[in-house]
């Protein structure tokens, strides 16, 4: 019995640390960054509960899975969480995720909540997370590298210009194309940019639309292979991610990038002279004079269904994504605002130049979010195993893509 | 020369032991099984209750963010499997590693057995060195050696770019037999101290007057070895393989950690984690776990046949 006697009294003593004395703690699951959504939370603790903060794994994949996995189990423990966009629409259809009230879909309505980030947020109709910060993806390119080539970057540019530059000039493009979800959302962005996308009709489910094959799809695939295939091609382009792409653009043989809002801030401490030549324009066009679709990003925070303080988790988030939360998320992290209250923080004038505040929004407002469907997940699986390696990508990639997409998702074949 | 082994000891039969139980004998054995009952039971709750409720959900369509959809399906889970190029793909590739693996750990951890066995000074540091990867968990060595042989920061490139297949920008893990190298090398490094420990009890089992009287006979140290050493050793070798090749085709760590499944390195293993936690298909996903663990008798099975393998005799009950 004494074995049995310690366990009871240590989990009373367990239950204890967590409740009756003080307010309640509400605990939120983060992704990794540099201290935004800590600072973020002990702003919004109040004297009727104070926010705790827990770090989910660095890959939006593993966030899903660890998520998705205590959800399903029904653990109480998670009470809000920062969501990655192309996974909500899987949690909120197997019921995961609290609804976001009327009053706090006003207020959110009101600070100027992207289109994009309202759309991303939104299945069946309700809006099931908070929208907290919206990111995209900008064309970065070295001032000295475009002025050696001779290129004039206050036009837009193309992918095939850009390559055929780097390649002319010895340089390397960073991109993300290791096998993970990054690798999709370059492909997304550059079968969004042909005017085509990936799927259609998501709300069919396992019998959706699969439209990859489509001449925006071969697009994409021509330019990712004109990519891998040439001397531009980083040598690590089939395990690229955003950080090894930011170290290529940084070294030497930097020209362009395509990465993330935070990349203007990436250098400042490492390599003063790169961040003095870092220049900034419009993602780059799949297909020459049609506009580009740049990537769509961000994180929601959504309430867990299961939560043991669902009230108090709602009114947490409803603080968690003000105007000012954002912007000091944003200062702290890079990480821009999701809505057009969040870009007039003070703060984040000072850091970023003016015009590239309005290259963040205007590119916001033309991303091109990765399409809403509770399958994303098999959806991006199979196009990494498809269109992965880079250097294996041709003309027949996509129509590959859409065959093997349309039998993982009616269970015929194994991802 | 012929091949000279120890006088097997004749193994007790159950007659004899039957033909010497005394009432006392018997009491003792009934003591025995209430004494391990408590431990079965527990076994049974642990290992026995998950492989039926897994063999159960094998036949459902059943997805854990879609609990509604859920529907038994029959053995349907096992044809899609079955009929399936990555399936059969992943299974050649976990065999290649496990074949290439316990052959390479083989051949160096009989070396580091013989070094333990034979070394005069410092013995104890020698084999503690020689043990201490066995003691570093798999993942940390596959970061190890992941960064080892990274594009950006590894030290690989640098070191051995002399060599003609190796070049300063070498991607290892931007194809499928630099990847699956990088793999093994981490795996071999790993567990061949663990190969090296069972071949150093097998070495300790031969018998020294056997070696003195072959030396004395005018055997060379190559005959000495293949004559007698190593068909002295053959139920510890075979024990060795059994074990380390059983371990290998489980590979999952250092492919997790190094290349994701990218390249098509995926193992057995790999792919029944992504059926199961990545993409949440209990049902497919217990199919696949099944399917690997009677993979996994079967090779037992074949090993413990081809080989001839006595555990009684490896356990020194014989």
Redesign the interface.
């Known amino acids: 019995m004494a074995p049995l006697a310690a366990l009871a009294l240590a989990s009373g003593l367990l239950s204890a640390c967590g409740g009756d004395s003080g307010p309640p703690e509400l605990t939120w699951y983060i992704n990794p960054d540099s201290g935004g959504q800590d600072a973020v939370a002990e702003k919004c603790s109040t004297d009727d509960y104070t926010i705790s903060t827990q770090v989910l794994p660095q890959d939006a ?1 593993q966030q899903r ?1 660890q998520l ?2 205590r959800l ?1 189990a029904k653990d109480p423990e998670i009470d809000l969480m920062s969501i990655d966009p192309p996974f909500t629409a ?2 909120a ?2 019921g995961f995720l609290a609804e976001v009230p009327q009053d706090a879909r006003s207020q959110l309505e009101e600070q100027g909540t992207f289109k994009g980030a309202m759309d991303a947020a939104t299945w069946k109709d309700k809006l099931v997370v908070f929208p907290f910060w919206s990111n995209t993806q900008v064309l970065w390119y070295r001032k000295s590298f475009v002025e050696k080539a001779g290129i004039d970057m206050s036009k837009p540019v193309t992918w095939d210009q850009i390559i055929d530059a780097a390649n002319e000039n010895d340089a390397k493009v960073g991109v993300q194309a ?3 979800e990054g690798y999709v959302v370059w492909i997304n962005a550059l079968v969004e940019g042909a005017g085509g996308h990936i799927l259609q009709d998501a709300d069919a489910g396992v019998d959706a639309d699969i439209t990859i094959s489509d001449d925006a799809g071969k697009k994409a695939a021509e330019i990712i292979e004109k990519l891998a295939t040439s001397e531009a091609a980083p ?5 690229s991610n955003e950080g ?1 792409a930011g ?1 290529t653009f940084g070294s030497d043989a930097g020209s362009f990038l395509v990465n993330w809002t935070y990349i203007w801030t990436n250098y400042d401490e490492t390599a003063p002279d790169v961040a003095d030549d870092i220049g900034y324009t419009r993602y780059p066009q799949t297909v020459e004079g049609e506009e580009s679709r740049p990537p769509y990003g961000g994180i929601g925070i959504g309430v867990s269904a299961y939560s043991d303080e669902k009230d108090l988790a709602l009114e947490a988030a409803q603080c968690l994504v003000s105007p000012e939360s954002q912007g000091i998320n944003a200062d702290l992290t890079g990480n821009m605002p999701a809505s057009t209250d969040g870009y007039d923080y003070p703060k984040l004038k000072e850091t970023f130049p003016e015009d590239l505040l309005q290259l963040f929004q205007e590119s916001v407002d033309a991303a091109a979010p990765r399409t809403v469907t ?1 399958y994303w ?2 959806v991006s ?1 199979s196009i990494q195993n498809i269109w ?2 880079p250097r294996s990508v041709d003309t027949d990639t996509p129509e590959q893509s859409k065959v093997f997409i349309e039998d993982v998702l009616k ?5 | 020369m012929s091949t000279t082994t120890a006088p097997e000891t004749p193994t007790r039969t159950k007659d004899k032991a039957k033909a010497i139980a005394s009432d006392r004998t018997a009491a003792e054995n009934r003591l025995g099984l209430k004494l391990v009952a408590p431990a079965v039971v527990l076994m049974l709750l642990v290992t026995a209750w998950p492989m039926i409720q897994a063999l159960y959900l094998s036949l459902f ?1 059943y997805r ?4 509604d959809d859920r529907a038994f399906v029959g053995v349907d889970n096992y044809l ?2 079955l009929s ?1 190029d ?2 059969w793909k992943s299974t050649l590739t976990t065999l290649l590693i496990m074949v290439v693996t316990v052959a390479v750990e083989l051949v160096i951890g009989f070396a580091f057995a013989m070094v333990m066995h034979r070394i005069v000074f410092a013995r104890g540091l020698m084999r503690t060195s020689i043990l201490i990867p066995y003691g570093i968990i798999t993942v940390v060595s596959a970061f190890a050696w992941q960064f080892a042989f990274s ?2 920061n590894g030290f690989v490139n640098a070191w051995f770019s002399w060599l003609p297949w190796i070049a300063e ?3 290892w ?3 499928y037999w630099h990847a699956m190298f990088a793999i093994m090398v981490s795996e071999i490094w790993k567990t061949t101290p663990f190969m090296a420990l069972l071949l150093l009890a097998g070495l300790a089992q031969v018998s020294e007057d056997m070696l003195e009287a072959a030396k004395v006979d005018g055997a060379t140290w190559w005959q000495r070895l293949t004559k007698v050493i190593l068909p002295n050793m053959r139920a510890a070798i075979m024990v060795a393989v059994l074990f380390r090749a059983l371990d290998a085709y489980r590979i999952f760590d250092n492919i997790f950690v190094m ?5 098509g390195t995926q193992s057995i293993s790999f ?1 029944t984690y ?2 199961v ?5 209990l049902g ?1 996903g217990s199919a ?1 776990s099944v399917l690997l663990f009677l993979s996994v008798l079967l090779l037992a099975w074949l090993i413990v046949k081809l080989f001839r393998v006595d555990l009684a005799q490896a356990r020194g009950e014989g």
């Open positions: 994949g899975i998705a996995r399903a899987e949690f259809d197997a290791n096998k993970y040598a690590d382009l089939s395990v090894t170290s509770p997940s098999d699986g992965h390696p269970g015929d074949d194994l991802l | 369509r854990l963010t879609a609990p899609t499997i399936d990555q399936f594009l950006n920008d070498t991607n893990f931007g194809d290349t994701k499944g990218a390249e792919l992504r059926q936690i990545e993409q949440m298909q497919l696949m």
